[in-house]
């Protein structure tokens, strides 16, 4: 009768691994593309208890949101940030509130958006590292419009880059390639590698004399777009 060998799994690089049946296990996915759970955001607190201005309205266009004041009168010290911190959410209709809000106070904000930057990065960052791939195209899509917003806002981002850029360098990659398909993402601008290289040109020409170090030091495969 032949005995039938058992395989043992094991470690690498432990005695056990070394052993005439035994089956070495690969080490575990890293786990960078994984998306993590976002906690609960004050943006979803106050709007379920009716703190902000806005109603949702349906007209020709689609959905957009009505303000019940003017923008321009808004404190974008304690508004702007909450609006980014509901870049996480996903459900509607806070996802839709969160985008559409986000925009409309860029559009109208002018002066008050630079000295609101440091409060912004926080909520920015959460939602990057969410690693959910609708998460991060809206989040790209605001932080181009946050870049253009108004002056010398683009250079107050440059000390922030340590914080914004590492999800950057992990999915920078990240296309898709449909082969004889028809990308649909492109056209809806949710392809997150175009989107990320669009946003880092943006740093790049916003960002002033120091925006390229920074942004190759973060993203070392980034090419300049500065370049004649």
Same mark, same amino acid.
């Given at each position: 009768?032949?005995?039938?060998?058992?395989?043992?799994?094991?470690?690498?690089?432990?005695?056990?691994?070394?052993?005439?049946n035994?089956?070495?296990?690969?080490?575990?996915?890293?786990?960078?593309?994984?998306?993590? =759970?976002? $906690?609960?955001?004050?943006?979803?607190? *106050?709007?379920?208890?009716?703190? *902000?201005p806005?109603?949702?309205?349906?007209?020709?266009? &689609?959905?957009r949101?009505a303000?019940?004041?003017?923008?321009?009168? /808004?404190?974008? @010290?304690?508004?702007?940030? /909450?609006?980014?911190?509901?870049? #996480?959410?996903?459900?509607?209709?806070?996802?839709?509130?969160?985008?559409?809000?986000?925009?409309? /106070?860029?559009?109208? &904000? %002018?002066? $008050?958006?630079?000295?609101?930057?440091?409060?912004?990065?926080? =909520?920015?960052?959460?939602?990057?590292?969410?690693?959910?791939? $609708?998460?991060? #195209?809206?989040?790209?899509?605001?932080?181009?419009?946050?870049?253009?917003?108004?002056?010398?806002? %683009?250079?107050?981002?440059?000390? @922030? @880059?340590?914080?914004?850029?590492?999800?950057?360098?992990? *999915?920078?990659?990240?296309?898709?390639?449909?082969?004889? %398909?028809?990308?649909?993402?492109?056209? $809806?601008?949710?392809?997150?590698?175009? /989107?990320?290289?669009?946003?880092?040109e943006?740093f790049?020409?916003?960002? &002033?004399?120091?925006?390229?170090?920074?942004?190759?030091?973060?993203?070392?495969? @980034?090419?300049? #777009?500065?370049?004649?």
């Open positions: 009768m032949s005995r039938r060998k058992t395989e043992l799994k094991a470690e690498g690089f432990t005695v056990r691994s070394g052993m005439r035994s089956v070495v296990a690969g080490p575990p996915a890293a786990g960078a593309f994984r998306e993590r =759970p976002s $906690k609960a955001t004050n943006f979803r607190k *106050f709007y379920e208890r009716g703190d *902000f806005m109603a949702l309205m349906h007209d020709s266009k &689609g959905n949101i303000w019940k004041v003017e923008i321009e009168k /808004l404190d974008y @010290y304690h508004y702007l940030p /909450l609006f980014f911190d509901g870049l #996480c959410e996903t459900a509607h209709p806070y996802d839709f509130f969160a985008r559409q809000g986000i925009h409309d /106070l860029l559009d109208h &904000g %002018g002066s $008050k958006i630079l000295p609101v930057i440091p409060q912004l990065i926080i =909520p920015i960052t959460n939602a990057l590292n969410t690693r959910n791939r $609708k998460v991060i #195209c809206t989040t790209l899509k605001a932080l181009q419009h946050l870049v253009v917003s108004a002056d010398m806002v %683009g250079q107050a981002l440059v000390p @922030y @880059y340590r914080q914004i850029l590492p999800i950057f360098n992990i *999915f920078k990659n990240v296309n898709i390639n449909s082969g004889d %398909g028809i990308d649909y993402s492109q056209r $809806k601008r949710e392809n997150i590698g175009d /989107l990320i290289q669009e946003t880092l943006m790049e020409r916003y960002g &002033g004399a120091d925006a390229f170090i920074n942004i190759k030091y973060m993203v070392p495969t @980034y090419q300049s #777009c500065m370049i004649n």
